[in-house]
C-alpha cells in the first residue's frame, strides 16, 4: 500500500509536470504568433506607404505628361489656324512646329527591388 501510495503521487506529480509544459508551450506558440502578426502588419503598413507615394510620384508625373499634350494640342491648333487662316509667316509659328517635332514619352522605370516609377522625358 505504501509504494502504491509513492506510484499515485509520483504518477499526479509527473502529469502535473507534462500539463505545465505543454501549458508553456502553447503559451508561447500564441505570443509567437502574436509577434509575427505584429511583424506583418508592420511590413503591410509600410509597403501601403511605398504605395502611396508611389502613385502619389506616379499621378504628378503624368499631370506633367497631360500639361505637355495639351500644349502641343494648343499649338496645333495655332498652326492650323495660321494655315486655315493664309496668316503670313509669324517666328511664333516655326517655335510651335520645333515644339511638335520633339517627342515626349512615358517611360516606365522597373527596379528589381523598387516599385514602378513613371517618367515623363523627351525622347
Known sequence: MLTENKFIKYLIYAI???LLVV????IALQVNNWNEERKLRALELEL???Y???LQYNYQELE???DQITN???HCRLIIDAIKNESPYM???STYYYILTQRVGVNLAIAASA???ISVTPH
Do not use: A, C, M, V
Open 115 to 117: 516599385p514602378y516609377h
Open 23 to 26: 501549458i508553456g508551450i502553447l
Open 48 to 50: 501601403l506607404q511605398e
Open 52 to 54: 502611396q507615394e508611389e
Open 64 to 66: 506633367t505628361f497631360q
Open 72 to 74: 502641343r494640342l494648343n
Open 91 to 93: 517666328d511664333s509659328l
Open 16 to 18: 502535473g509536470e507534462i
